[in-house]
């Protein structure tokens, strides 16, 4: 069975900080290239960032800068380090292990809210 369980959300204002982890189970973590996406109130889910095994990444055009992904093969756990939050980061943050175009798996999500 495969999980995928999100943690490190939360409430914090305008330009703080959060560190979001992915603890993936019941895959072979290092095949799979790892990857957040958010979906805020009234708005499609979109990709924030991924990384596959040998730590490429890739980044939305609104977080570069601000967001880094990264990956413990070991601990077949994702992370994504959130810097200078603004209001309009403030969504769902999903985690997400693709292996194939028709094998991937989706989080729970947690709730990421950016505000004074």
């Known amino acids: 069975q495969v999980q995928l369980v999100e943690s490190g959300g939360g409430l914090v204002q305008p330009g703080g900080s959060l560190r979001l982890s992915c603890a993936a189970s019941?895959?072979?973590?290092?095949?799979?290239?790892m990857g957040w996406y958010r979906q805020a109130p009234g708005k499609h889910r979109e990709l924030v960032a991924t990384i596959i095994s040998g730590g490429s990444t890739n980044y939305a055009d609104s977080v570069k800068g601000r967001f880094t992904i990264s990956r413990d093969n070991a601990k077949n756990t994702v992370y994504l380090e959130m810097n200078s939050l603004k209001p309009e980061d403030t969504a769902l943050y999903y985690c997400?292990?693709?292996?194939?175009?028709?094998?991937?798996?989706w989080g729970q999500g947690t709730q990421v809210t950016v505000s004074s």
């Open positions: 019941g895959i072979i973590f290092s095949s799979y290239t």
């Open positions: 997400n292990a693709r292996f194939s175009t028709t094998i991937r798996y």
